[in-house]
C-alpha cells in the first residue's frame, strides 16, 4: 500500500527555517513524481513545489521561489522541502504527494493538480 509520512513541522519565527521530510513506502518510489501542497486556514489547497522523478525538472509557486527548494533522495525513498525565510503567510498545513509512475520520463505534478496520493499533512506555523 502506498504511504506517503511527513515529519519535521512546528513552530518558527518570521525569518526562520524548516526542512519538511517525506518518507515513501509501498511502491517504487523512483519511478514517481512528488510535490507539495499545503492549505493555509479558512483557504483552499495551493500547489508549492514539484519535481520530477530524475531531479531534472522542478515548479514553483511564485509566492515561494527563491525560498522554498524541494529535493528527494531516491536511495532513501524520501522527498524534502527546505523552507527558509519563513513568513506568516506561510502558515498551513503541508501535504507531501507523488503522482505515477512515469518510466524514463520528466513528468512534473501541475501545481494546480489532480494528484493521486496525499501524506496525512505536518503542520508549519511561522509566529512570533
Known amino acids: 500500500q502506498l504511504q506517503l509520512v511527513e515529519s519535521g513541522g512546528g513552530l518558527v519565527q518570521p525569518g526562520g527555517s524548516l526542512r519538511l521530510s517525506c518518507a515513501a513506502s509501498g511502491f517504487t518510489f523512483n519511478y514517481y513524481s512528488v510535490g507539495w501542497f499545503r492549505q493555509a486556514p479558512g483557504k483552499g489547497l495551493e500547489g508549492v513545489a514539484s519535481l520530477s522523478s530524475r531531479s531534472v525538472r522542478t515548479n514553483y509557486a511564485d509566492s515561494v521561489k527563491g525560498r522554498f527548494t524541494i529535493s528527494r533522495n531516491n536511495a532513501e525513498n524520501t522527498v524534502y522541502l527546505q523552507m527558509n525565510s519563513l513568513r506568516p503567510e506561510d502558515t498551513a498545513v503541508y501535504y507531501c504527494?507523488?503522482?505515477?509512475?512515469?518510466?524514463?520520463?520528466?513528468?512534473?505534478?501541475?501545481?494546480?493538480?489532480?494528484?493521486?496520493?496525499w501524506g496525512q499533512g505536518s503542520q508549519v506555523t511561522v509566529s512570533s
Open positions: 504527494v507523488a503522482q505515477g509512475p512515469h518510466y524514463l520520463t520528466d513528468y512534473l505534478i501541475p501545481l494546480e493538480g489532480p494528484v493521486d496520493h
